[in-house]
């Protein structure tokens, strides 16, 4: 059975730090690019990071550069976002989504699995 779950959510303060993972069954993540996704209340999804297969290539949105890092665990078959100096705005449900693609993409539609979220809320 194929399936990604995120994991490492939660509360944090601002300035604090989360650790997402997003592990893969039935497949092998790193012949796949892997996408971090995340959803507000109210607003539409929006790409976060991205990391192509067998690390071809990595992009991250301009509000999370410097802060956010990508990487791969092939022994784990799992992928991660690292998240530093989080801020409130980036509360959200994040999603990390997997395409059979050498190049990753922030285009939703390109990618074929999705997990099914965790909660990231960064308040004081």
């Known amino acids: 059975q194929v399936q990604l779950v995120e994991s490492g959510g939660g509360l944090v303060q601002p300035g604090g730090s989360l650790r997402l993972s997003c592990a893969a069954s039935?497949?092998?993540?790193?012949?796949?690019?892997i996408g971090w996704f995340r959803q507000a209340p109210g607003k539409e999804r929006e790409g976060v990071s991205c990391?192509?297969?067998?690390?071809?290539?990595?992009w991250y949105k301009d509000s999370v550069k410097g802060r956010f890092t990508v990487s791969r665990d092939n022994a784990k078959n799992t992928v991660y976002l690292l998240m530093n100096s989080l801020k409130p705005e980036d509360t959200a449900n994040y999603y990390c989504?997997?395409?059979?693609?050498?190049?990753?993409?922030?285009?939703?539609?390109?990618?074929?699995?999705w997990g099914q979220g965790t909660q990231v809320t960064v308040s004081s």
């Open positions: 989504a997997a395409a059979d693609h050498y190049y990753c993409s922030i285009r939703g539609s390109m990618y074929d699995y």
């Open positions: 039935g497949f092998t993540l790193t012949a796949y690019a």
């Open positions: 990391i192509g297969s067998s690390d071809s290539s990595i």
